[in-house]
Every structure is written in C-alpha cells, then in structure tokens.
C-alpha cells in the first residue's frame, strides 16, 4: 500500500545542519519529492530525485535515497531561520496522477 | 508568468450547505489536482484531472466532487457540508500530469464550516 512516513519535529541552532527523515512503502515510487510549506502559504516545491538516482545536491540541500531500506532524507546545509517551516516528504509514480504525501516535519530554527 | 491561483482565499459556511471552490492553474497547464489538508489528516489526495476527464481519485465520499472546463480551470463542489471538511483545500497544477516533478500549488483556500 502507499504510505510515507517523516518524524513530526526537529529543531536545530541558526548554522546548524538539519536532516530531515521519510520513509515509504510503495516500491514502485518512481519520483520523490521534498516540499515546503510556511505558515498560510501553498507548498512549495524544494527538490526530487528519481528513484534510479541515490543522490542529488542543490545549493544548500541534498537529498540522499536509500532505496534498498526505502528511506529518503533531505539535508539542509547552513541553516537559517527562513529555513523554518514544514516539509512535506511525497512519492509518486508514473502513471500515477496522484502523489502520496508525509504528515510533514515542522522544522523550528532557533537564534 | 502567473502561478495557480486560487478563490475564494477564505470561505466560511454553515453545516448542511454547499461550497464551490475554484482553481485556475498555470498557463498550458491541462492538469489540476486537488488535496485537502487537514492538522488530523494531512494532506491528502482528491482527485485529478486532465482534459476535462477526471483521471484518478482519492477516497473520498461523493459529495465531494469536481470539474474541469475547456480551459483547464477547475472546480471542486462539496454538498452537504460537514465540520469535518473545515480544512485547507490545495490546487497543484502540471502540464499533462506525466511530469509530476513539476507540479505547482496554489495558496490555497481555507473552508471553516461552522
């Protein structure tokens, strides 16, 4: 069945790296994505990774698949209080017209 | 160019009525789907539609429903209203829906319903 899992809460120093953890359920997931949503706004699309690649880099983040143990982390170098908001961990598949989202990690950055 | 836009931004109606939300996505786009997120729920999936078909859909009971006209805009009614469909409804938008990596969200609209 289609299910995506992500820790609810972190919280890290201004500076600091953050990782950010989801796992999924569904092999077939073709497309992975992290998105991000601040406060009364709509999500906001940060990266994804195809599910034949292990890594990709972009600027300050890095997104790692483990595909074996299904688990996909987002790595935000550096960061910074605007960094502060939930991300949503999310897979799709092709063909699939749906994506499948996480309950999201709120992510508090503190001074 | 204009992102997926999104009316009304708040809407507040009473249990028993109707609401129609509206969706206009990204110029050339001819795919809309539709989430509800709720603080319980998440975000979860609606449905999905390309060229005025519905191509997929979520479960959810039938007084939620949609559309989509010539244009690509869409729209998704739900009757009979219930306090649990007070959430934050989101649009997304893609070129045919194929290309999911670019899919883009609106703000979108938040339903009390009291």
């Known amino acids: 069945g289609e299910d995506v899992e992500q820790s609810l809460f972190l919280s890290v120093r201004e500076g600091d790296s953050s990782v950010i953890n989801c796992t999924y359920t569904?092999?077939?997931?073709?497309?992975l994505y992290w998105y991000k949503q601040e406060p009364g706004a709509g999500l906001q699309l940060l990266t994804y990774?195809?599910?034949?690649?292990d890594m990709k880099q972009d600027q300050r983040l890095t997104v790692l698949l483990n595909k074996k143990d299904k688990h996909l982390s987002l790595r935000i170098a550096d960061t910074q209080t605007g960094d502060s908001a939930i991300y949503f961990c999310?897979?799709?598949?092709?063909?699939?017209?749906?994506?499948?989202f996480g309950a999201g990690t709120r992510l508090f950055v503190k001074a | 160019k204009a992102g997926v836009t999104q009316t009304p931004r708040y809407l507040i109606k009473t249990r028993g009525q109707q609401v129609t939300l509206s969706c206009s996505p990204i110029?050339?786009?001819?795919?809309v789907s539709w989430y509800q997120q709720t603080p319980g729920q998440g975000l979860q999936f609606l449905f999905e539609?390309?060229?005025?078909?519905?191509?997929n859909k979520g479960n959810f009971p039938g007084r939620f429903s949609g559309r989509q006209f010539s244009n690509s805009r869409s729209e998704m009614n739900v009757s009979t209203l219930e306090l649990g469909d007070s959430a934050l409804y989101l649009c997304?938008?893609?070129?045919?829906?194929?290309?999911?990596?670019?899919?883009?969200f609106g703000p979108g609209t938040r339903l009390t319903v009291t």
């Open positions: 997304a938008s893609s070129l045919d829906g194929t290309r999911e990596w670019e899919q883009y």
């Open positions: 569904d092999s077939s997931s073709t497309y």
């Open positions: 990774i195809f599910s034949n690649m």
């Open positions: 999310a897979e799709s598949y092709t063909g699939g017209f749906k994506t499948i």
């Open positions: 110029s050339g786009h001819r795919s």
């Open positions: 539609y390309f060229s005025e078909t519905q191509r």
